[in-house]
């Protein structure tokens, strides 16, 4: 039986989904939840195979949301269902690991097909999306380095930019010394930087902080 979690806000939408979801064999809705807060204690509570979530809802909570799970839990899987495709949003959400994003006009007939694609380690985008991303991926095409600061950003809003390309460095297997000739910065000062961001991320040294780092690039 696939656990299925359900973070929106609109009570139409959740009991529109709920009663598509009632006729899929081996699915069941195991709770719900209006906001972020009450999405990480029914997550906590319910530890589902799936989360739908809508990036749409006040207060970025579905990014908060999808943010906490794929630190916190990445063996969860999680698909945005929205009525409103924010190319920012859409964006923002994918980069951040999401495995699967549909617009509500496409869910009658599809949505229980999705959540098992998804559950079974697929990526599963509506056409809508798709066709986004087709249009923008030459305009996106971001380089290592950028994708990296956007997704330290997401994950780590803490870590100040000169911490971020710092931790860039460590990515790249700079020594200390280097770091410091390449940002005109004394050894003491590089030290010290490395030492705030290992706190910041909750790291103890250095190949626990590259292997993380590397983590974060590939998710």
Not at 6 to 25: R, Y
Not at 56 to 74: C, Q, R, S, V, W
Not at 173 to 190: A, H, M, P, W
Request: charged share 25%; glycine share 6%.
């Amino acid at each position: 039986m696939i656990s299925v979690v359900l973070v929106e806000n609109s009570q139409i939408f959740l009991d529109g989904t709920i009663a598509l979801l009632e006729k899929e064999e081996g699915i069941q809705v195991s709770g719900f939840a209006v906001n972020h807060k009450d999405a990480v204690l029914e997550i906590e509570e319910k530890m589902p195979d799936v989360i739908l979530v809508d990036t749409a809802m006040p207060n970025e909570d579905g990014m908060k949301t999808i943010l906490y799970i794929k630190k916190n839990h990445p063996n969860i899987k999680v698909i945005v269902v929205t009525a409103f495709m924010v190319e920012e949003q859409v964006f923002r959400a994918i980069n951040c690991g999401v495995d699967g994003y549909l617009v509500t006009s496409q869910l009658a007939g599809s949505l229980g097909r999705v959540i098992r694609e998804v559950y079974q380690g697929e990526t599963t985008i509506s056409g809508d999306v798709a066709r986004l991303l087709t249009s923008r991926i030459k305009e996106l095409s971001l380089n290592k380095k950028e994708l990296f600061e956007r997704r330290m950003k997401d994950f780590h809003p803490q870590l100040t930019n000169r911490e971020i390309e710092i931790a860039y460095l460590l990515l790249q297997d700079y020594t200390n010394t280097q770091i410091s000739n390449k940002l005109y910065i004394s050894n003491g000062t590089v030290k010290n930087y490395i030492s705030e961001i290992y706190n910041k991320i909750h790291i103890h040294n250095r190949k626990e902080a590259v292997e993380y780092l590397r983590d974060i690039v590939k998710m």
